[in-house]
């Protein structure tokens, strides 16, 4: 039973435009959503989190926006350049504690043309 | 700050043979967390410590996986006796706050 689920498998934009990484959920104790980059031959890294008090956050050309009604995140990267062209996955945990499990999605493989 | 280490990067072994894995977490990190990932699919905890204590070991195999970390620092991963269905990426990360920050991994191959 996947609870963190990234459904589309792959993703291609012209650099400049922007790109919009979709997460769905399916576990409403989530409370604490996080998205990782991935390149190859590389452990995840750390890109953008948020809370569930929040339905925004922003960290320069990322923006990460949560409907918890629907259960869905997004990831949207402007202006997409080259150097973006990683495995983004999206994570959700339950904040019982703050080093508590995450659940990573599949994975969503991102390629911006030049 | 040196980040994760994890060695090796890459192992090929044969079924039933054993293997082990090494983790050194960043400095001062007491959280410490192994995970496996499979091809085309994100990573799934294995088993997190706290120091020395593994306080979730509920996803791990435990008729052929064991973990270890002794002092609360260095961790060792083991699979005796590997199987085919254990060729996988493992992943190691270490915390102290929110953040986790991953190693490179170790890509196993069963054959």
């Known amino acids: 039973d996947q609870q963190v689920k990234q459904n589309s498998p792959s993703l291609s934009v012209q650099e400049g435009r922007i790109s919009i990484l979709n997460c769905d959920y399916t576990n409403s104790m989530f409370d604490y959503f996080l998205w990782y980059k991935k390149y190859p031959a590389e452990g995840p890294t750390f890109l953008i989190s948020?809370?569930?008090?929040?339905d925004k956050n922003e960290d320069g050309r990322f923006t990460v926006f949560l409907n918890k009604s629907a259960k869905h995140l997004s990831l949207h990267i402007v202006p997409s350049q080259p150097g973006d062209s990683a495995v983004y996955f999206c994570a959700a945990r339950i904040s019982s504690g703050a080093n508590s499990k995450l659940t990573f999605g599949k994975g969503i493989t991102l390629s911006v043309r030049p | 700050e040196a980040g994760v280490v994890q060695s090796p990067r890459y192992k090929i072994i044969e079924k039933k043979q054993p293997v082990a894995f090494w983790c050194n977490p960043i400095s001062g990190h007491n959280t410490l967390y192994w995970y496996r990932q499979n091809l085309g699919q994100g990573p799934e905890l294995l088993i997190r410590?706290?120091?020395?204590?593994?306080?979730?070991d509920s996803q791990l195999p435990k008729d052929r996986f064991s973990a270890e970390r002794l002092k609360g620092v260095d961790s060792t991963l083991k699979i005796q006796p590997a199987e085919l269905g254990d060729s996988a990426v493992y992943l190691c990360a270490s915390s102290f706050d929110n953040e986790q920050f991953f190693g490179p991994g170790t890509r196993l191959t069963v054959l």
């Open positions: 410590y706290e120091n020395e204590e593994a306080v979730d």
């Open positions: 948020i809370s569930s008090i929040k």
